[in-house]
């Protein structure tokens, strides 16, 4: 069983789920949490209109119930794109695990929407408890993952090994030098990829509207251009919508739909192109999955270079549980870490390589 049913218990995070059965015997069950920091150092820093990223940091989070079961969850927010901060996950960890024998799920069910990712981590965590990860998807065909080319000029010589693994969509960061530079650089990027490969170009909020029609006209004329990701700042709304009117190559939201509050209300403002997701900082993955689904949104579902923690939840249970057929998936960023351990599926080891909490807390 790879994604707990509508109607099923382990459903529980669902709010609405919550206030009908929260009754039932599940509830009483306590569980105790244990929390761990981890620090990944980047091969190479990762360069985006929001600066630069040289080292991710986030917590893992481990569930023991009374009957000894164990499940391993991940926090890693983003607070630059509008998360919590991993001090914020922290203190929530610290106060949750503090509860003692009183932690259930009821609990978990009640984590505040101010803290998406530690939502998700505990969901996730919650899910393993009852469904043992498994390494392999069940019912979906999920297509090879956009693999993130380096920023600049760099992405030139970068492409050729992931065409060769078989990825042939890859993303590729614009914003962040000036626009003829980028142009320039593109248009080498252009004649140096194949004709069968697809391209996600992500300026990450950072363009003018004028620069944004530059790049949507040179877009225009190749459609190897899967979509233009986040070209405007998320409070240029209007004027995304009007770029997604005048020029052919779809829009993607990003930044704009950092949470569920935020996908729901671009959708209830009449976004209708591409929402690019990332569930590990979004929230509840019911409550996602149940959005996908109501409004049979067109989602790309994206990294925020987590550990096989989260990346196993997303593409054995998330991914097959979301309306098919499915865009490649975000989720190639992998190889942007030196073998650092934190790609294995042992869950176990990875949490015992880590420093207890008492000892960083
Ligand atoms: O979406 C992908 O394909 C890769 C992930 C990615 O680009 C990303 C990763 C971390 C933080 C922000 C972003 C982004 O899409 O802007
Ligand atoms: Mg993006």
Known sequence: MAFPRPNHPENFLDPLYDSIHLSSQNTGTHVHLEWRRYARLFRQPLRTKHGVWDQREGLVVRLEDAQGRVGFGEIAPLPWFGSETLDAAIALCASLSAMGEALNSQQLALIPNTLPACQFGLAIAWSALHYPPSQTPLDAAIPPSAVLLPTGETALEHWQPTWESGNHT???????????????????????????????????????????????????????????????????????????DRFPTPLALDESVANLAQLAACYQQGWRGVFVVKPAIAGSPYRLRALCHQHHLDVVVSSVFETAIARNFLQTSLLPALPQPLRAPGLGTAHWFPDDGFETTDFASLWQRLTPSSKTA
Do not use: Y
């Open 170 to 244: 890859f993303k590729w960061k614009i914003g962040v030098e000036s626009a003829s530079k980028e142009l320039c650089t593109f248009q080498k990027l252009q004649a140096r990829l194949p004709k069968f490969s697809t391209i996600r170009l992500d300026a990450n909020g950072g363009l003018s509207v004028a620069d944004a029609c530059r790049w949507l006209e040179v877009c225009a004329t190749d459609e190897r251009v899967e979509f233009l990701e986040q070209p405007l700042a998320p409070d240029a709304f209007t004027a995304m919508q009007a770029l997604s």
